[in-house]
């Protein structure tokens, strides 16, 4: 669970092109203002690329903060 | 690739590239946020510092006014998303707001397209309402209608800088469920996948590498296992494997047909084989199914050098540049070669599975082409249609001569600052076969011969009832003083293979003997240089009255007094401004 957050940061960071270290923890679009609806989109992409998985539409509406996201991950990476 | 592999190879690349930059701008009614840096990935590997600016999200009629100055736009207009929700309310529109959307759309196209008329590079996806089939609409017949006459108006209105891409076929290639994500439609507006962009990027390179005059110019082909099945050296003409009755000799048969329809439209074709050229040169004169045929082939390699020193030699004798050549072969080590050797050159190999040989060429094709319609290619293809409807009058006439009386021949000719010196020069590079001396010069050359109170040049412009040949013929001329008489030497006379056989030559000469007799010239002198493309021209001199006076080494030198030459007019061409 831990090494999928901190990969998830990884990939946030790289997408909104800062630092691993420019990203607080849990952070989400609200306290990130890099992080918009486009940004977001490139993140899904780049998520399930990484991953390998296709979020459902449910997983979708959920994936918030980063937290939530590294759990969404895990559950579905455990369950597969 | 993963889009962020290529998002962090895109900014490394993007740092390293010097040249200017090329500005691109993707306008679009949907999100397309992922094609900026694959497309400018996929440029960038090509050397082109290309910089993807994206436009507002949905405002393709005002971005089109914004971007019209930028090097290149594309315009990525889904009809699914015209208007929100179109997807799913297009059947309930009435027949009435049918017509006006209808018209308001087709007004939009227009007057984007009219924006972008100025643009060099305008690349533009037809309408398709494919994406909204499966997961939202069943079958919305207004939504394909519509797409049907926007594609009708798209064809009316495009410039030659402005290339329509059939989008359904890129689709195709993938698959709509692997092309289309509707998971964030709603949310984002985004609807193609990172896969669909990669592929998309690749399909419209062609008009890219095309419109900065990098398209390539010449095919390279190997002939064993490459034109033909087999080796001809081995299984002979019977063995060898082309016909339309077996499944290899057909695939072959398909092959050269491409070919020569990519021969048609412009490429021009080399062979580079190891083998007897006599084996080979029996297959093309000799095989009922060759299609490629002599005249289509300007250069043959065929020998047993390396291959990579033969394709250097086309380049040397075409003068083309190594980075217009695309080679073919069927050999990994002749391809090996040739790439570690020239670089620059495109080698492709032919399939292990020859059934993917014929998509190989149609991959290959594009590659080719100017994109544009400029005017020097309507007027190509102008060219040819004349040229056919020439061949299919030649049968109705009796002899040769009705059909040359019957052609209403005309000829233009230019001297001194009137030439086209680029042209000129070109003539001097590439003309091979009616050409007495085969010197080469380049456009500098020229100039400075024009320059030169000693050289006159001579070129003619030839038409007849069919169309027009252009600058096809040329005559430089050095004077000189022998014994207190002026001297004119024929320095270079040459003619395109396209205006042969129409006795031109002998009116043209007939001109400019007119043109030194006023220069009150006394003596004149030529020369035969042989080449293994000339020997059509060897007797000229002779079949105009000059007298030989030596003869070794496929070298002849000519003299005569000009008042000895008996040249008469030929009746049938006119000769304009006489």
Known sequence: MQKIKENVVKLLADILDLSVEDIPNNASPDILERWDSLKHMLLVMSLEQEFDIKFTDDELTDLLTVDLIAEIISERLSND | ?578
């Open chain 2, 1 to 578: 690739m993963k889009y962020l592999d290529v998002v962090m190879e895109n900014r490394k690349i993007g740092t390293m590239l010097k040249s200017p930059v090329y500005k691109v701008s993707i306008i679009s009614n949907i999100t397309i946020v992922p094609l900026k840096d694959i497309l400018e990935l996929s440029l960038r590997k090509e050397g082109i510092n290309a910089e993807v600016t994206l436009g507002d999200y949905d405002s393709v009629v005002q971005d089109s006014i914004r971007f019209a100055s930028f090097d290149a736009v594309i315009v990525i207009w889904e009809a699914v998303n015209f208007i929100n929700g179109l997807h799913y309310c297009a059947e309930n529109l009435t027949a009435r707001e049918r017509k006006d959307f209808r018209q308001k759309m087709e007004a939009e196209v227009r007057l984007v397209m009219a924006n972008l008329r100025n643009t060099p590079l305008v690349i533009v996806n037809n309408f398709s309402a494919a994406s909204s089939e499966k997961n939202f609409a069943l079958d919305f017949g207004f939504l394909d209608q519509l797409c049907l006459g926007l594609n009708q108006t798209l064809k009316e209105t495009a410039h030659p800088n402005q290339v329509i891409v059939d989008i359904e076929k890129i689709l195709i290639t993938l698959g709509i469920s692997d092309a289309i994500d509707y998971r964030q439609f709603q949310q984002t507006k985004s609807l193609y996948t990172f896969g669909f962009f990669e592929i998309y990027a690749e399909s419209i390179k062609p008009a890219f590498m095309s419109a900065l005059g990098r398209a390539k110019k010449i095919l390279v082909l190997d002939c064993d296992n490459t034109l033909w099945g087999g080796v001809i050296g081995e299984d002979g003409l019977e063995g060898i494997k082309l016909s339309d009755t077996d499944s290899k000799g057909s695939i072959f048969l398909e092959i050269q047909t491409l070919i020569k329809v990519m021969r048609k439209r412009g490429v021009i074709l080399a062979l580079c084989s190891k083998n007897n050229s006599h084996d080979v040169d029996n297959v093309i004169h000799k095989h009922p199914y060759m299609v490629i045929k002599d005249d289509e082939i300007v250069l043959k390699k065929v020998n047993w050098k390396d291959k990579a020193q033969n394709i250097n030699e086309i380049a040397v004798e075409l003068n083309i540049g190594l980075d217009s050549f695309v080679f073919i072969d069927d050999s990994p080590f002749e391809i090996e070669l040739v790439k570690a050797a020239l670089p620059q050159v495109t080698c492709y190999k032919v399939p292990e599975n020859l059934s993917e040989y014929p998509n190989l060429i149609k991959k290959i094709m594009p590659h080719f082409y100017s994109l544009s319609s400029t005017l020097e290619d309507s007027t190509k293809t102008d060219m040819y249609k004349a040229e056919s409807a020439r061949k299919s009058e030649i049968s109705s006439y009796e002899t040769l001569e009705d059909y040359l009386v019957g052609l209403g021949l005309e000829l233009e000719i230019a001297k001194g600052n009137n030439i086209p010196i680029e042209r000129v020069a070109q003539l001097t590079q590439k003309t091979n076969q009616f050409n007495l001396t085969t010197k080469r010069y380049t456009e500098a050359d020229i100039r400075n011969m024009l320059a030169d109170d000693s050289y006159e040049i001579f070129c003619f412009n030839l038409s007849d009832r069919f169309g027009n040949y252009g600058v096809t013929g040329l005559a430089i001329i050095s004077f000189y003083e022998v014994d207190n008489k002026l001297t004119a030497l024929f320095d270079s006379f040459l003619m395109s293979c396209r205006v042969i056989g129409r006795t031109v030559e002998k009116q043209f000469f007939y001109e400019i003997l007119k043109d030194l007799r006023n220069k009150s010239v006394y003596y004149l002198v030529s020369n035969y240089f042989a080449t293994p493309k000339n020997s059509q021209v060897k007797n000229f001199y002779e079949s105009i009255g000059f007298i030989v006076y030596s003869n070794k080494d496929g070298k002849k030198d000519y003299q005569i007094e000009l008042n000895q030459v008996a040249l008469e007019k030929v009746p049938y061409i006119r000769v304009i401004g006489d």
